[in-house]
């Protein structure tokens, strides 16, 4: 028998869309975002906070993976080295990788002389998250693919950090350049390495963009707040 499907939500409205065109999702479906515990994130916040110094610490954290697109990271750390801009910068990549794409990025960190700019941290605990972002001055998020909503970057901002991030899939709903992150096209590794340099060069913008995305995290993408829209939405269908 065909699967029947009365009640669906989504992550996000890019899922909806996507599942609505393909003809498999019910009239009424809804968007009920994921949230985070923000928490651990506002503590790792009040630390980081007491923390400045002259080398501004990029951080990714994810899966190096070839669809993350963690190559633009490293090539746009290149392209600011070329420029001579590249000395206060260091670039510590966090996740479990593809022992083939994690050796092609080596490659590139050594072709560019990037050796004590970037770091493999590697495969962490979920509970080490927080500190490491606490540790860190910007986030950045280079998918190339259509995320439906990524959990990193909800948790970047309620640690306070400024992100730098593409605007694919669901991320288009959460990111909104100038407002509160900076948007770059995927697989550009120049107009990355812009926003870096900028964000680099203005403390304020830092502190603007870092502030309005913890702002974002704690109003749309909390625990709370998803259980709270997908209780409503059960007790609506229960009601019919």
């Known amino acids: 028998y065909p699967l ?3 009640h669906v939500s989504c992550v996000s409205e890019h899922v909806r869309r996507k599942f ?11 968007v009920v975002y994921n949230g985070i515990d923000p928490e651990p994130y506002l503590v790792a916040h009040q630390g980081r906070a007491a923390r400045r110094g002259d ?4 951080i990714y954290v994810g899966g190096i993976l070839p669809h993350k697109g963690v190559h633009t990271a490293i090539d746009a750390l290149g392209l600011l080295r070329q420029r001579g801009v590249s000395d206060g910068l260091r670039l510590t990549l966090v996740g479990g990788s593809h022992p083939d794409y994690e050796a092609r990025l080596r490659r590139r960190v050594a072709e560019l002389d990037l050796h004590d700019q970037v770091t493999f941290h590697g495969r962490v605990k979920r509970e080490q998250i927080p500190s490491l972002l606490g540790r860190s001055d910007v986030f950045l998020f280079t998918s190339t693919w259509e995320e439906p909503i990524a959990r990193s970057v909800m948790e970047a901002m309620a640690a306070g950090l400024p992100v730098i991030g593409t605007a694919v899939g669901g991320q288009g709903e959460m990111l909104h350049h100038g407002e509160n992150a900076l948007v770059f096209a995927s697989d550009d590794a120049a107009q990355l390495a812009d926003c870096i340099l900028r964000l680099e060069h203005d403390p304020a913008l830092r502190l603007q963009l870092a502030n309005a995305g913890q702002r974002t995290v704690l109003e749309y993408f909390t625990l709370e707040r998803m259980v709270d829209q997908m209780e409503a939405w059960l007790e609506e269908i229960v009601a019919c």
């Open 55 to 58: 080398t501004q610490h990029l």
């Open 20 to 30: 609505s065109a393909a003809g498999v999702l019910p009239h009424g479906a809804r």
């Open 4 to 6: 029947a499907l009365k």
